[in-house]
Nanobody, 124 residues
């Protein structure tokens, strides 16, 4: 059984930082694609960042320059370092994974495995 477990969310003031982690078990994703998505209350789920098997990184415009995605294949884990957080970053953050080598790493429907989410709240 494949499981993705996120951690690292919490409450932080605007301008602060958080580091999210997502540990995968039950399947190895070192040759696949992993990503982060988020959903704010009353809004649709949206992409945040994705990282390919080769380490290529992709970001949505709203987080580029502030967030950094990385992965540790030995630990089957993906990370999201979030700096200069803004109140509009408040959301439930999900990690996603697939064993496939995606071209569209920011498309949610391309991923078949999802975590339960970790809440990030940024106060003004």
């Amino acid at each position: 059984q494949v499981q993705l477990e996120e951690s690292g969310g919490g409450l932080v003031q605007a301008g602060g930082s958080l580091r999210l982690s997502c540990a995968a078990s039950g399947r190895t994703f070192s040759s696949g694609t992993m990503g982060w998505f988020r959903q704010a209350p009353g809004k649709e789920r949206e992409p945040v960042a994705g990282i390919t098997w080769s380490g290529a990184k992709y970001y949505v415009d709203s987080v580029r320059g502030r967030f950094t995605i990385s992965r540790d294949n030995a630990k089957n884990t993906v990370y999201l370092q979030m700096n200069s957080l803004k109140p509009e970053d408040t959301a439930l953050y999900y990690c996603a994974a697939t064993t496939r080598r995606l071209g569209q790493v920011l498309t949610a429907t391309e991923y078949e495995y999802w975590g339960q989410g970790t809440q990030v709240t940024v106060s003004s």
